[in-house]
């Protein structure tokens, strides 16, 4: 059914003559119709229809009946579009024509046969430009023509100059890539608005993959930097990246040449400065650059200069200071002058920003009354300048005098308790808190710095503050100290415990006896009881159980502690040539009826006792604490050395 619907369909289209209206004398009247009402996609639907494999078995040796052959209906197309001139068609519909051909023409190359002036219509046609938007249907053509080898016969720079004129710019990039003429092939990508993204990844390419050569890269990266604002326009993040990875070193002049637009300039400084770049590690950018994009942060961005301050420190702190002053940036301007070495400038700088911020809140919310009103930006902000005083302070406290200290911290506690008056009468329960609030923090970061007595004695030397007003500060000041007090009480209780535990351990294994592994010398190899010549001798028990004659040693046992003479069968990393040394002198003393010992003791400083580090730890805070007694400690003697055994 499906076969002879096909073939009642080819026989209708491909009819010569209208045998229903004889008076038509059109050829092909049929066809002609539907290429007359819609041309396009009357060439579409045939264009799918020769994808069946009908048309393939139309040209073997035994065909299906009424089934044409693609060539067949190529040339009734040619004879009804192109060879009968009593019906013209339009040019757009010659053109559609002719884009069809060049498609089928490559795609199915052994089924039809074009003649070849047909193909210099064809090229002349696709190639005219006379529309404004470039036919992507007509370069498509145009690129299956050349990839099936059919404009081979043309000359490849008449070729060029027409594929330009169109603006086919893929067709462009395959002839000077057949030339290797790089740049030229960037300049394509860069002119076509729907691929000029692509031209991130092949600058890459060019810049890193083996099979381009030197000189081809400098072609690449003079065409770059000739384009360099083409490229910031298409993807300002993706031409950072790309300069980061390939041209890392023409940072400044790529940054020069967007000095008359700053906004896209701080795009660029920011792709090139982004944390999350991968070879930011490996990349110093010159110093004139990162003070640019500090300029450029303090117009755009205020907000991020201090947090980039503190990450980087390739720039002059003189010139970064003097933009962050200009832009009033009170954060990024305290941290350049403390990192300066002018700790007071800092310190002012942060005072008079709290105290003009807290002024202002007060003043714009001292008579507001509403409760439920809100203050949450405005106290934030307080609160973050606060922070900020108080952790410089905590900072540098560290590294300077008492009286230097106290000249920090004192004046703000003045400042805070002297606005805390100037607004107490204030009907906003708000703004009492923030009061409350800060005169807390600045006390509690205050205490670890400055000495409680000296905090007492400024504020009652100081006729300002009224009993009722540091009331509650001194009662904060008392327990506070208190539980301080009964916290070091009972921590001092419990590292004398663990010490004085530790310490009678080490005192039982010292005085613990030790026994022998085997009765036998190590050296000797005789009893303990006896010498060679029948006398006797002291031993030596180490506590690893080896046993030595005191005379085979060469030294007493009242010395081997003193001397710090170890084990020499365990120590063989120290002196293992003593022992065979001792041996054979031995064995020549067996030979000769004598004795004599070669072995020179190890002249070394008494060995220690070798405490674990939290114990030494442990041991000093309790030597600190208790220096008013240090009979305590004068009565611990450690010995080290195992206990004499007299006649084993």
């Known amino acids: 059914m499906v076969a002879l619907a096909k073939t009642s369909v080819y026989e209708v289209l491909l009819a010569p003559t209208n045998v229903h209206n004889p008076s038509d004398k059109a050829s092909y009247p049929h066809i002609r119709t539907l290429l007359e009402f819609d041309t396009r996609e009357f060439l579409n639907v045939v264009a799918m229809a020769f994808e069946e494999q009908d048309f393939d078995a139309a040209m073997s040796s035994d065909p299906p009946p009424g089934i044409p052959t693609r060539q067949q209906v190529v040339d009734t197309l040619m004879q009804v579009m192109v060879h009968d001139k009593q019906h013209s068609f339009s040019p757009s519909q010659v053109g559609s024509l002719f884009t069809f051909l060049a498609r089928q023409g490559a795609k199915h190359r052994a089924s039809i046969r074009v003649d070849e002036h047909i193909y210099d219509q064809v090229l002349e046609y696709i190639t005219h430009a006379e529309e404004d938007v470039v036919n992507e249907e007509r370069q498509q053509a145009l690129l299956e023509l050349w990839h099936a080898g059919v404009l081979k016969k043309f000359d490849e720079e008449k070729l060029l100059i027409k594929a330009e004129s169109a603006r086919f710019y893929r067709l462009c990039e395959l002839i000077y890539e057949k030339r290797r003429n790089f740049a030229k092939v960037l300049s394509c990508y860069l002119r076509d608005e729907t691929r000029r993204h692509r031209s991130f990844s092949y600058i890459h390419a060019v810049m890193t993959e083996d ?7 400098e072609e690449v990266a003079r065409a770059v930097l000739e384009n360099f604002g083409l490229l910031i326009s298409t993807d300002v993040h993706a031409t950072a990246r790309l300069v980061l990875m390939d041209f890392s070193l023409e940072l400044a002049e790529v940054t020069y040449k967007l000095q008359g637009k700053p906004k896209e300039q701080f795009d660029f400084l920011q792709g090139i400065f982004d944390p999350k770049s991968t070879t930011k590690q490996e990349f110093a950018p010159p110093s004139h650059v990162v003070e640019r994009y500090i300029e450029l942060l303090c117009r755009y961005q205020p907000e991020s200069v201090y947090n980039f301050l503190r990450a980087n420190d390739n720039y002059r702190v003189e010139e970064a200071l003097e933009v962050c002053a200009k832009a009033r940036l009170m954060d990024a301007t305290a941290y350049l002058l403390e ?3 002018d700790i007071m400038g800092a310190f002012k700088l942060i005072l008079e920003t709290l105290e003009s911020e807290v002024n202002s809140v007060s003043e714009k919310y001292f008579s507001e009354e509403n409760p439920n009103r809100d203050m949450t930006s405005s106290l934030d902000k307080v609160e973050g300048i606060l922070q900020a005083l108080l952790q410089f302070c905590q900072r540098n406290s560290s590294r300077l005098e008492e009286k230097a200290r106290q000249s920090m911290w004192f004046p703000i506690f003045d400042r805070v308790h002297s606005l805390q008056r100037k607004y107490d009468n204030s009907p906003n329960q708000q703004l009492t808190n923030m009061y409350n609030f800060m005169i807390g923090e600045v006390l509690n970061s205050m205490l670890g710095y400055i000495s409680p007595p000296d905090i007492l004695q400024k504020i009652i030397q100081d006729p300002s503050y009224q009993f009722k007003d540091i009331k509650q500060l001194i009662m904060g000041m008392l327990e506070t100290y208190n539980y301080e007090e009964t916290l070091l009480k009972t921590t001092n209780h419990i590292l004398v415990h663990d010490v004085r535990g ?15 592994n085997s009765g036998l010398c190590v050296i000797c190899s005789r009893g303990a009881e006896t010498l060679a ?11 690893c159980g080896h046993l030595y004659h005191s005379s085979c040693v060469g030294v007493s046992t009242l010395e081997i502690s003193s001397l710090g003479i170890s084990c020499l069968v365990c120590n063989k990393s120290a002196a293992p040539a003593h022992v065979g040394q001792a041996r054979r002198s031995h064995s020549e003393m067996g030979q000769g009826g004598g004795r004599s010992s070669s072995f020179q003791p190890k002249k070394s400083a008494p060995e220690e006792v070798q405490l674990e580090p939290a114990q030494k730890d442990n041991l000093k805070r309790v030597h600190d604490s208790y220096k008013s007694s240090p009979e305590l400690f004068e009565t611990i003697e450690l010995r080290l050395a195992p206990p004499r055994l007299s006649g084993y």
């Open 502 to 516: 530790s310490l009678a351990h080490l005192c039982t294994l010292v005085q613990r006896g030790v026994s022998p």
């Open 339 to 341: 990192r300066s070495g």
């Open 533 to 543: 010549d029948g006398s006797k001798d002291d031993v030596i028990v180490f506590s």
């Open 211 to 217: 099979h381009y050569t030197e000189p081809d890269r």
